[in-house]
């Protein structure tokens, strides 16, 4: 019987999934009552089992580590969780990566800002309702004649799927907005209010009204970080700088409260520096990206690319193929398409300095995802941000030679949507990110 330490913070419902999953399995999970998010995953000895600092993370009892919460989820459960037999067992998999790629992205850019976690912006909200909406219908169309995801008993695949899932229905379906998905709240409820769920997660309450948004939420939020951000560097800078006069510190900390006293709007703007792009920190050269997008709007591709290639810039610009890896896991088309959407929403802040035409070659359950992109810089952009690594590593990346034919042929197939991949899959539909 598996058997360890979890880490993790209070109501982490990606931890939930491994806690449920032991509840049913009888497996010995521990939570760590000494982690802080934030201290405990940055220290050395953290960082020497799990490199990438994120949680959940697990250490069984003889030392192995885990990191990733379905896969923890997974050696912590039983037989029946995993799965009957081989095919049930991909269908788990298949469930998995549908909650991480479909769901929890439209999730996070719909309920984040309106819990003050994130900064609001309307095109990306209205483009998560949208994803939310497909992914429920999807759901909902594959629960019509089901009690659970994966055979006649549940799995690990309803665990995974109902957590995440669950910022959602506390915080944003409404009864009217849940009511076109019977189905998918019949089945959710079946999974919460299961005795080894509500052991883990509570009596779950489903939301009685859509949260609304609060735009003094996320600027305390950040009045917040900034002020933990600031007592951490002073304790650091004491302890490195004993000779510092009391009458310095004196001062420092009465400019430090001058600052706190900011009314909101005030102190939004002093952690505006934080947010630079990075993509102002390289130079502009001489394409003017942005005249090029108006142009490709506005007129068809045998004017457009033409006008690229007499505008682009090869010196201050690189363009590059990218290609999903995964193209095996792939089935309904437009939840592949959703993947493009999924990124490219979530990439939002990389549309000043980046261009890009993805492509869908194939049919059902017989497809694949690439594009041509094309940024400011010479080095791959998405290692320049935090925030643009999300999805970057499902894609291989080559940089391509503006001097060459063959990169002008797949400018050429790419920006006017047309031809097969390498694998002879005929063009299906694309999306551009402008």
């Known amino acids: 019987m598996a058997s360890g330490t979890l880490y993790t913070y209070p109501e ?3 931890a939930y999934k491994v806690l449920i999953a032991a509840q049913y399995s009888g497996a010995q999970v521990k939570i760590a009552d000494d982690f802080v998010f934030g201290e405990t995953n940055k220290s050395e000895a953290f960082l020497k089992k799990f490199p990438l600092g994120k949680v959940p993370a697990f250490e069984t009892n ?20 995993r799965g009957k037999s081989d095919f049930e067992r991909a269908e788990i998999v298949q469930w998995f990566g549908f909650a991480d790629s479909e769901i929890l992205p439209a999730s996070c850019a719909w309920v984040f800002p309106l819990l003050g976690i994130m900064p609001y912006n309307k095109q990306t909200v209205e483009h998560a309702k949208d994803d939310v909406k497909k992914a429920l219908t999807a759901l909902n169309s594959h629960l019509l004649t089901r009690t659970y995801l994966v ?3 549940l799995t690990l695949a309803d665990i995974s799927v109902a957590m995440t899932l669950l910022h959602l229905y506390q915080y944003i379906l409404e009864p009217n907005l849940r009511k076109p998905y019977q189905n998918v709240n019949r089945w959710f409820q079946t999974v919460i209010y299961q005795p080894e769920s509500m052991a883990v997660i509570g009596a779950f309450k489903l939301a009685e009204k859509t949260l609304e948004y609060d735009p003094k939420k996320f600027v305390e939020t950040q009045r917040k ?5 600031k007592k951490e560097k002073e304790s650091k800078k004491e302890s490195k700088e004993s000779k510092e006069s009391k009458e310095a510190k004196e001062a420092k900390e009465s400019k430090k409260e001058a ?10 703007l002093a952690a505006e520096p ?13 394409f003017d990206l942005d005249d090029f997008k108006r142009f490709y709007s506005n007129e068809d591709e045998a004017k457009s690319i033409p006008y690229f290639w007499k505008k682009f810039d090869p010196e201050n610009y690189s363009i590059w193929l990218g290609e999903y890896k995964y193209n095996n896991e792939l089935t309904k088309v437009f939840m592949s398409c959703n993947l493009i959407s999924g990124m490219y929403q979530r990439l939002d802040k990389m549309r000043k300095g980046a261009f ?8 059902d359950n017989d497809s694949s995802i690439s594009g041509i992109w094309v940024w400011r810089g010479q080095e791959l952009a998405f290692t320049l941000c935090p925030d643009w690594q999300v999805d970057y590593e499902s894609y291989s990346w080559t940089k391509l030679d503006p001097s060459k034919e063959e990169t002008k042929e797949l400018v050429q197939q790419y920006f006017s949507w047309a031809g097969t991949d390498k694998e002879g899959r005929k063009f299906n539909q694309g999306k551009i990110f402008k």
């Open 225 to 229: 970080t900034s002020k933990k951000e």
């Open 259 to 268: 600052t706190e006293e900011l009314d909101p709007a005030d102190a939004a």
């Open 356 to 363: 890009a035409s993805a492509c869908l070659f194939g049919t």
């Open 151 to 153: 055979g006649e008993r």
């Open 62 to 81: 003889d030392g192995k580590c885990i990191t990733e919460s379905n896969a923890i989820a997974y050696y912590v459960a039983n037989d029946q969780l």
């Open 12 to 14: 982490n419902f990606r």
């Open 274 to 286: 934080k947010n630079i792009n990075p993509f102002d920190t390289l130079p502009k050269g001489a």
